[in-house]
Structures are given as C-alpha cells and as structure tokens.
C-alpha cells in the first residue's frame, strides 16, 4: 500500500527538520524549498499543491521572532496570514488535509489565570499573536476543515544537521558553562515544550475535525518559579542563579498557558504532552545524564 504524500513546509526551521526527521519512513514526504513553493503567492500555492496532490499539508513555515514581526508588520501580515490562507484555498480546491501551526502568541492579552481553552475571549497586544489568531480565522473561513494548532514555546539540544537556536534549555546551559545568571519574568504563566513530543503527537492531528486546538505542555507556574524548578533539576541552587524579573509586564500579568482538555477529547487520548515541569525532569533524564 503506498504511503500518503505529506507536505511539509519549514522543514529547514528548528520544528519542521525535527518532525521532517520523525515521520521519515511514515509518509511520502515533499519538503519544498522556498523556491519551490512561495507561499505568499496565490496562484504558486494552488499550481505546487495541483500539481503534487499531497493527501496532508502541514504548514510550519513562518516569521516566529515576535520582535521582528514588531518592527516588520506588512511582512508579517504577509507570510504568515496570507500564506495560511492561500494553502488554506489549495487545500480546500483540492481537498487536501491542512494542519497548520499557530501560537499560544494569541493569548497574550489575558490577565485571568489558570489553563486558557480555545474559547477564552482574545485581545493579543502584539503583531505577531494579533496575525496568528487573524490566519486561524481567515484559514477556516476558507477551509473548515483545517486545524490550527495553538503551539507553545519549544526547547531542545543541538541536534546536527538540524537548524538549533537559543530556547529555554540552551540559555541554561549556556549560563551555567559560562557561571552567569538569568532572569525571568514573575507576571508571566507559560507552557513550554520539549519538541520531540511535538514530534510524537504530530501524527495524530492529522485525523482531529477541523477548528483549534492548543498544543503543548501545561503549566500553571510563572516563569520564574519554572527556571527555579529547572534549576533544582539540574542540580542548581535557584539563589542567585536565577533572578527573579518583577519589571517585565507591567501593565498586567500575562497569562499564556494552555489547557489541553479539548485535544485530549478530539483525540481519544491519543494527543497528549506532559506538563512542563515533568517534560523537563524527563527530558533531562533521556538527553542530559
């Protein structure tokens, strides 16, 4: 039986060359390059999806640093709305699954606290979360069966011949091999993700319904007790390591974390992560001793 054709964009970023890595073997997979799929272009999507006729679309390419997305709001609008869109219009010309990656980015006007679901009210503050919750809107305005994956903040090691980058597990060691501190904020709750188990779960969403989804580790720690229970876990004393941030976020609390329940249900179980601070003792465990 042959295998399904999988359409990976972004297998060159730190999350696609991992899952790339991961369903090697599982799917036929077609991994263009920028040159061979711009996505900004309508009439480019529709003839690359036409002419491949991929059974899956898992859309990860995007402009992720927020500060850039800032500075950049047009280029944003464009690569990562419009290019959600025209996939989403291949996928629906074509009837073609799309799963695609959004951000926990879109929450990050909430002040309640606890674990955010998909239907907590959105007022994101910034370019980047106000465009990742516009692209989740556009994409199933044109195509209600795509599912739009609500991703957190990601980690992992150097992987070689994988695009690596600073994340919450580098910036420890880089502080611990050079004896510097780090800060971290006390008004902001987040998940954070070891994206191997994005990996693993990846799989699963391409049979969810169509609608959104978060996706990723729980937590209900802020940031700062977070680094201070990593600390403990790789064997550091928290004091004086890691400083506590009470400046950043001034206007509110930044709640940002995520509840699963709703992925859990739509899955059978099949879709689960472990909460941030036991991905982290467990990603430890396998990787660091």
């Known amino acids: 039986m042959a295998m399904k054709k999988l359409l990976i964009t972004g297998t060159s970023g730190f999350v696609g060359s991992r899952i790339a890595t991961h369903l090697a073997g599982k799917f036929d997979i077609i991994a263009p390059t920028h ?4 996505i900004t272009s309508t009439q480019g999507c529709m003839s690359f999806i036409g002419k491949n006729r991929p059974d899956i679309i898992l ?4 402009i992720s640093d927020t500060g850039y997305c ?3 709001p047009q280029e944003s609008m464009l690569v990562n709305v419009a290019g959600v869109e025209n996939l989403a219009a291949a996928a629906q010309a074509y009837n073609t699954k799309m799963v695609f990656f959004s951000s926990d980015q879109v929450y990050n006007g909430c002040t309640e606290l606890g674990l955010l679901t998909e239907d907590t009210p959105l007022t994101p503050e910034n370019h980047y979360g106000r465009h990742k919750l516009l692209a989740e809107q556009r994409a ?10 609500r991703a957190t903040w990601m980690y992992d090691n150097p992987r070689p011949g994988m695009r690596n980058h600073n ?3 580098i910036n420890f060691q880089k502080a611990i091999s050079e004896g510097s501190t780090l800060r971290f904020a006390t008004r902001e709750f987040r998940g954070i ?3 191997g188990e994005i990996a693993q779960n990846i799989i699963h969403t391409f049979n969810l319904p169509g609608g959104v989804y978060n996706f990723g580790a729980e937590n209900t720690l802020n940031t700062y007790q977070t680094a201070c229970e990593y600390a403990r876990i790789l064997g550091h004393s928290p004091e ?3 400083i506590p941030d009470s400046e950043r976020f001034p206007a509110h609390v930044r709640n940002i974390s995520i509840s699963l329940e709703k992925i859990r249900q739509a899955s059978d179980g099949k879709i689960n992560f472990k909460d941030t601070i036991y991905g982290l003792a467990a990603f430890y465990d396998k990787t660091d001793k």
């Open 193 to 195: 993700t070891w994206v």
């Open 167 to 169: 994340n919450f597990v």
């Open 59 to 62: 859309h990860l390419a995007a």
């Open 70 to 72: 800032e500075n950049h």
């Open 240 to 242: 004086g390591f890691i």
């Open 140 to 149: 199933l305005e044109i195509c209600d069966s795509c599912v739009a994956l």
């Open 35 to 38: 040159q061979d799929l711009e």
